[in-house]
């Protein structure tokens, strides 16, 4: 992750001293959770198949520095399915969580929205993150993990999000996708 940022440059750039920094690595296809005390974890992640780009209608995953706006989910079931943020009558089991691909796309367990921090890059007319619903979020496509796989999202594995949703609890938290 040559040019990846530290917790320092967060911080430098106006993170908490308590902030998270998520690095998604989307060459490796991995999130390390960054805090001052050091790296907390790493996990298998999917971004977008078209690559790296912030463009509305591109598919793409959206570059740069991104917070993390809203948490969705706090006392969803594992296997939750959401639709537009809002939880649906469905849970997946576990057993449904590594579907066929022609199998529908799904956002399980929970979500991590995030918004553009960088005007011109993630952030404005026709690039904004935020407005394109980006997120972090389970997914039932847990085979595809470790390659980018998603239509602009970040996928994490159902256990690992809940994970990451539960340790980000009452922290400020950013993003860095590169």
């Not at 463009?55 to 537009?84: E, K, L, N, Y």
């Not at 199998?103 to 553009?116: A, F, K, M, P």
């Not at 999202?153 to 009452?170: E, H, K, P, S, Y």
Request: proline fraction near 4%; include cysteine; glycine fraction near 10%.
């Amino acid at each position: 992750m040559g040019n990846a940022p530290t917790i320092s440059a967060a911080i430098a750039r106006g993170l908490s001293l308590d902030g998270v920094l998520l690095v998604v690595d989307v060459a490796r296809q991995r999130l390390r959770v960054l805090t001052r005390r050091g790296m907390w974890r790493a996990f298998r992640v999917s971004t977008a198949t078209r690559g790296i780009s912030a463009d509305a209608g591109s598919h793409g995953t959206p570059p740069g520095w991104h917070c993390v706006a809203s948490r969705v989910g706090t006392a969803a079931p594992m296997g939750q399915v959401f639709r537009s943020r809002r939880r649906t009558r469905r849970v997946l089991p576990s057993a449904a969580w590594r579907q066929s691909p022609a199998s529908e796309d799904l956002i399980l367990t929970r979500i991590l929205r995030l918004d553009g921090l960088e005007p011109g890059v993630n952030r404005g007319l026709g690039i904004d993150s935020f407005s394109r619903w980006i997120y972090l979020h389970g997914t039932n496509h847990e085979q595809h993990l470790g390659r980018p796989a998603s239509h602009g999202c970040v996928r994490m594995a159902n256990r690992d999000i809940a994970a990451l949703f539960t340790f980000i609890r009452g922290r400020k938290t950013w993003c860095w996708i590169g």
